[in-house]
Nanobody, 127 residues
Framework: QGQLVESGGGSVESGGSLRLSCVLA????????LGWSRQVPGKEREGIAG???????SYAASVEGRFTISQDSAKNTIYLQMNDLKPEDSGTYYC?????????????????????WGQGTQVTVSS
């Protein structure tokens, strides 16, 4: 059993919506800064959403206004609601956690040496 387990990927047409889920091990959910990253073909993995223990969020410019990160503490789960999806959003989406940093750093920088990734879930958006 992984410490970060994503689900919810799939195929959708342009303009559609998907919601990704990530169930985290309790000790990670309680102590780490959390977020979502993605890797699109031909590019490096990039942080797109961050969430810290104070509930502050941060988003990459490419997804702000369309994607929303949220959490359910009773389920040790974070979500990524993705609306108005575009073909360029296609890629592999990863749940991420880091012992250091904050919501902003989850988007702006690479994870620290304490960072963790899930196994990834594929999102395909057709035009």
């Amino acid at each position: 059993q992984g410490q970060l387990v994503e689900s919810g990927g799939g195929s959708v047409e342009s303009g559609g919506s998907l919601r990704l889920s990530c169930v985290l091990a309790e000790h990670i959910y309680d102590s780490y800064v959390l977020g979502w990253s993605r890797q699109v073909p031909g590019k490096e993995r990039e942080g797109i959403a961050g969430l810290d223990k104070n509930g502050r969020t941060s988003y990459a410019a490419s997804v702000e206004g369309r994607f929303t990160i949220s959490q359910d503490s009773a389920k040790n789960t974070i979500y990524l609601q993705m609306n108005d999806l575009k073909p360029e959003d296609s890629g592999t989406y990863y749940c991420a956690a880091d012992l250091l940093g904050d919501a902003t750093s989850m988007v702006a920088t690479s994870l620290s040496s304490f960072g963790l990734w899930g196994q990834g879930t594929q999102v395909t958006v057709s035009s």
